[in-house]
């Protein structure tokens, strides 16, 4: 089963799409800044990121930024995953690599869900909004 | 120019009134040294003009002071025959005089004439010795005086000029001052203004005086004023016609912008008049005239010699200088605070401008800022309602699942209205971006249903979809899109009564796609769907207390659609229904 990297300061959120996404079954790793995301990477390649923007010590833009090359990381794909959009940002975001990006306050669960399951079937270099 | 002036009056109000005053200040400053420069250039000219015009008077003051002189050293040649001669007689006299050429070289300068002291004791004596020259010689006037100075001696000596010989001058009291005058100072003495009568050159009496100088015996003592009384024999004297004595000396000076009156004595009244020039009369009617006297002094007489000019006195150039020294001050002047109220108007302007640019910035990331902060809790609610819903913490009663519904979709209002207010902003500011790529439109439509599903079977409401063909794609941003959509079925449902249906329909014509939303709602009167699209207004019908609502979803639909290079309308039937459609270009 898909592993799914979780990336969101905001711990009501984090645990709530745990919750959500494992019992889909997936594996979850978390993280809650740039930094802990980086370092979560090192020990096991996800093959999903959910990504939150506004993160405190390191953001998400700056930790695409640190995980360039995504050459890397052929087979991962990245949902940036924000309650922010401005559209700088988010084109920034698409510029290191991201694939996707989903307004958080869009997303029931199931919407979640099915946007996971959508994103992990696909090949690299679709997008979907 | 108004709207001009209007707009530069929002951007910078406080500021244009100040900036106006500070430009009316320049110009009045700067208008008030034009009028000063004016002024001085004008009060300049006058003064050079006036000072030009007081040296040709001096200069002709001294001309006539010169003349006058001259002629006196003619009649003072004429005394020295009796110092170089035992006698002068007639013939002697005309030879001397005739000599002189005086009617050409002394304009003015009549017949030369010498007059004889005779005391009244020798005077029988003196007449009997006269008539044996010339008989029937008197004295003319008649009558016993003191003393009797005739006239022995006249050249020319012919006409009526021979009937001088005799007279007395001496009787007559202005020639009797003026003869005492260089009896008693041994030099030059004129009389007052005479007019002196016709003569065979002169047809018209003509204003004058006489000229006198005095002959005294030879070797006498003359150191004092008694000396020169007892040594006195005689005087040599000789009319000058005012006229012809100035014309002939500053008549080619005067031109028709000049002319020149001279007075006996310092008032100038017409009785004392004894020269004016011809061109007094017409130089009197022009404008501007400038005057200016110099006194002359003529032996013990004083005369005063009054010029005039107009102003072409001061070349065109000089006089046209003040003008041209205003004008150009007062343009100047316009430029100058012209150009300052520009450049003042077009800081502020730009100034404004740049405030404004910074304002929507610093709107814009507040209203992205708030938006975010805003969502984050909502979202949390809305994970954890609906995982509640969707039985992740267990089974949940019909009871449960009811209330938790409602809870959601209040939380969904929340974040729908959120959403209004971010987009509005945008909107507003211009800075609503469409990222534009192809939609599957159906999947879209599904996707709109499925996220309003139960609050429609709540309504016990049901959607029908009717699609023009399979796989209709159209180019539009699928967020901004939705949006409109979601609004469309969600007004649709909330003015529904419940057990209706709504229907969806799509249509392909051309190149333009329209997605219909019909309802068989509440619907929309006349009179309120002008104000349908506004801004903030909502439409009070029976349902809209229960509906609720911000009042810009449709608002936002217009300029959603207005981007996409589409449209929205509506048509609807009050108590029956309306349909909302939707149409955008597929490309």
């Not at chain 2, 006058?46 to 009649?75: C, F, P």
């Not at chain 2, 005309?94 to 010498?114: E, F, K």
Request: charged letters at 20%; glycine letters at 6%.
């Amino acid at each position: 089963m898909a592993h799914i990297l979780i990336v969101e300061d905001e711990t009501s959120l984090n645990e709530a799409y745990t919750i959500i996404l494992k019992k889909e079954g997936y594996s979850i790793s978390n993280a809650f800044n740039g930094v802990q995301a980086l370092e979560a990477i090192k020990q096991t390649e996800p093959d999903l990121i959910l990504l939150d923007l506004r993160m405190p010590q390191m953001d998400g833009v700056e930790f695409l930024r640190n995980l360039a090359p995504l050459e890397n990381y052929p087979a991962m794909k990245i949902i940036v995953f924000s309650n922010y959009d401005v559209q700088q940002d988010i084109d920034e975001a698409f510029k290191l690599g991201a694939t996707h990006y989903m307004l958080k306050a869009w997303a029931s669960p199931r919407e979640l869900v099915k946007v996971v399951a959508q994103t992990l079937k696909e090949t690299r270099k679709t997008r979907v909004s | 120019m108004r709207k001009k002036l209007k707009l530069i009056g929002n951007l910078a109000t406080p500021s244009l009134k100040t900036y106006i005053t500070a430009a009316t200040v320049v110009l009045l400053a700067s208008l008030l040294v034009s009028f000063w420069t004016w002024n001085n250039a004008r009060t300049s000219l006058k003064r050079d003009i006036a000072t030009t015009l007081q040296g040709g008077t001096d200069g002709a003051r001294d001309m006539v002071i010169s003349k006058i002189g001259t002629y006196a050293e003619v009649l003072n040649g004429a005394a020295g025959l009796f110092k170089a001669l035992p006698t002068v007689n007639q013939q002697a006299w005309t030879n001397y005089v005739s000599h002189l050429n005086i009617q050409n070289r002394y304009p003015g300068l009549q017949a030369i004439v010498y007059s004889e002291v005779v005391p009244d004791n020798e005077r029988d004596a003196y007449i009997a010795g006269r008539q044996t020259d010339r008989p029937g010689f008197s004295i003319r006037p008649e009558g016993q005086r003191d003393v009797y100075v005739p006239v022995r001696l006249i050249e020319p000596n012919v006409g009526e000029n021979a009937q001088v010989i005799g007279f007395d001058p001496y009787q007559e009291p202005a020639r009797k001052k003026a003869m005492d005058q260089a009896r008693d100072t041994g030099a030059l003495s004129i009389t007052s203004r005479l007019v002196l009568v016709p003569d065979q050159n002169n047809p018209k009496a003509s204003p004058g005086f006489i000229i006198f100088v005095p002959v005294y015996s030879n070797n006498a003592p003359l150191d004092t004023v008694n000396e020169r009384r007892a040594a006195l024999i005689g005087f040599v004297s000789a009319g000058v016609r005012s006229y012809e004595l100035i014309d002939g000396l500053l008549g080619s000076a005067i031109t028709e912008n000049s002319a020149v009156q001279v007075f006996d004595g310092t008032n100038q009244d017409a009785k004392n008049l004894i020269y004016e020039s011809p061109t007094l009369s017409n130089l009197r009617k022009q404008p501007g005239i400038i005057s200016s006297s110099s006194v002359i002094t003529v032996g013990s007489n004083r005369w005063t010699l009054v010029g005039y000019v107009n102003q072409s006195i001061a070349s065109k150039a000089q006089r046209n200088q003040p003008r041209l020294f205003l004008i150009a001050g007062i343009l100047f002047s316009f430029m100058i605070a012209g150009g300052l109220l520009f450049v003042m108007i077009t800081r502020a302007r730009h100034i404004a401008h740049e405030k404004n640019r910074e304002v929507q910035e610093a709107k814009d990331s507040l209203i992205s800022l708030a938006s975010h902060q805003l969502r984050t809790p909502a979202t949390g609610v809305k994970q954890f309602i609906g995982m509640l819903m969707d039985g992740y913490a267990g089974d949940v009663s019909k009871e449960q699942k009811r209330m938790l519904q409602k809870a959601y979709q209040s939380n969904e209002r929340q974040l729908e209205i959120i959403n209004q207010i971010l987009h509005v902003t945008r909107a507003d500011s211009g800075r609503l971006v469409l990222r534009k790529e192809p939609v599957d439109l159906h999947s879209l439509i599904r996707r709109v249903i499925d996220e309003h599903a139960g609050s429609i079977k709540d309504r016990q409401q049901r959607v029908i979809v009717s699609k023009a063909r399979a796989g209709l794609s159209v180019q539009a941003d699928p967020q901004y899109l939705t949006m409109v959509l979601d609004n469309l079925l969600s007004n649709a449902s909330k003015y529904s009564h419940p057990r209706t249906t709504i229907r969806i329909t799509t249509k392909q014509s051309g190149d333009t796609i329209t997605i219909a939303v019909s309802d068989a709602g509440v619907g929309i009167s006349d009179e309120d769907m002008p104000r349908l699209f506004q801004k903030f207004s909502r439409i009070d019908n029976e349902l809209s207390i229960e509906a609720g609502g911000t009042g810009i979803g449709l608002y936002l639909c217009e300029q959603v659609m207005t981007l996409h290079d589409g449209s929205i309308t509506v048509k609807s039937t009050e108590g029956e229904g309306s349909t909302f459609t939707v149409s955008l270009p597929s490309k």
